[in-house]
Antibody, heavy 119, light 107 residues
Framework: QVQLVQSGAEVKKPGASVKVSCKAS????????VGWVRQAPGQGLEWIGW????????NYGQNVQGRLTMTTDASTNTAYMELRSLRSDDTAVYYC????????????WGQGTLVTVSS | DIQMTQSPSSLSASVGDRVTITCRAS??????LAWFQQKPGKAPKSLIY???NLQSGVPSKFSGSGSGTDFTLTISSLQPEDFATYYC?????????FGGGTKVEIK
C-alpha cells in the first residue's frame, strides 16, 4: 500500500534551517510528484511547493520563495524539503503529499512533521 | 493567484442529515478541484479530485459537483465519523490554493 513516512518533530531557533524528509513506499517513486503543504497552529492549509520527481521541475509558494529547497533521492525513494532563515511564523505542521506526474492533485499524504521556531 | 472561498465556515448538523459545502473560485478553474477531510491532529485525507471523482476507497456518501467557478461537496447521510473540517483546493494553476475550510460539528 502507498505510504509516505515523514521525519520527526523539530525545534529550531529563528534564523536556522530545518530539513524534513518524506520516505515513499508502495509505488514507483519517479512516476508521481511530491508536494508540500503546511498548517500553522489552528489555521488552514497552505501549499508551499511541488516537485516533479521525473524531470526535476519545481514550483514554490510566494511565502517561502527563496527560502525553500525541495530535493528528491530516487535511490531511497525519499523527498526532502529544507526551509532556511526560519521565522516564528514558519511554526507549523509540514505535510508531504503525492501527486500524479502531469497533475497536481494530492492523493496520499504523510503523517506530518511539527516544526517549531522559537528563541 | 486564484482565491478559493468556502461557505459556510462552520455548520452544525445531526447524524443522518444531508450536508452541502460550497467552494467558489475567483476565476474559472475548469474541473481542477479537490476536496479533503481533516480530523483534529491528523493529516488531511483526499476525498475527491476532478471536482466529482471519488478517490479510491472513499465511500459513495461523498459526492462532488461543479465546474468553472462554483463547486459543491455533499455528504448524503452524515455519520459520526464524518464530523471534521473539509477543505477545497484548486490545482488549475500555480500557486495551488486552498479554501479556508468548513468545520462540520455535531448538533
Amino acid at each position: 500500500q502507498v505510504q509516505l513516512v515523514q521525519s520527526g518533530a523539530e525545534v529550531k531557533k529563528p534564523g536556522a534551517s530545518v530539513k524534513v524528509s518524506c520516505k515513499a513506499s508502495g509505488y514507483t517513486f519517479l512516476k508521481f510528484g511530491v508536494g508540500w503543504v503546511r498548517q500553522a497552529p489552528g489555521q488552514g492549509l497552505e501549499w508551499i511547493g511541488w516537485s516533479n520527481t521525473n524531470n526535476g521541475n519545481r514550483n514554490y509558494g510566494q511565502n517561502v520563495q527563496g527560502r525553500l529547497t525541495m530535493t528528491t533521492d530516487a535511490s531511497t525513494n525519499t523527498a526532502y524539503m529544507e526551509l532556511r532563515s526560519l521565522r516564528s511564523d514558519d511554526t507549523a505542521v509540514y505535510y508531504c503529499a503525492r501527486t500524479k506526474v502531469g497533475a497536481t492533485d494530492f492523493d496520499y499524504w504523510g503523517q506530518g512533521t511539527l516544526v517549531t521556531v522559537s528563541s | 493567484d486564484i482565491q478559493m472561498t468556502q461557505s459556510p465556515s462552520s455548520l452544525s448538523a445531526s447524524v443522518g442529515d444531508r450536508v452541502t459545502i460550497t467552494c467558489r473560485a475567483s476565476q474559472g478553474i475548469s474541473n481542477s478541484l479537490a476536496w479533503f477531510q481533516q480530523k483534529p491532529g491528523k493529516a488531511p485525507k483526499s476525498l475527491i479530485y476532478g471536482a466529482s471523482n471519488l478517490q479510491s476507497g472513499v465511500p459513495s456518501k461523498f459526492s462532488g459537483s461543479g465546474s468553472g467557478t462554483d463547486f459543491t461537496l455533499t455528504i448524503s447521510s452524515l455519520q459520526p465519523e464524518d464530523f471534521a473540517t473539509y477543505y477545497c483546493q484548486q490545482y488549475n494553476s500555480f500557486p495551488l490554493t486552498f479554501g479556508g475550510g468548513t468545520k462540520v460539528e455535531i448538533k
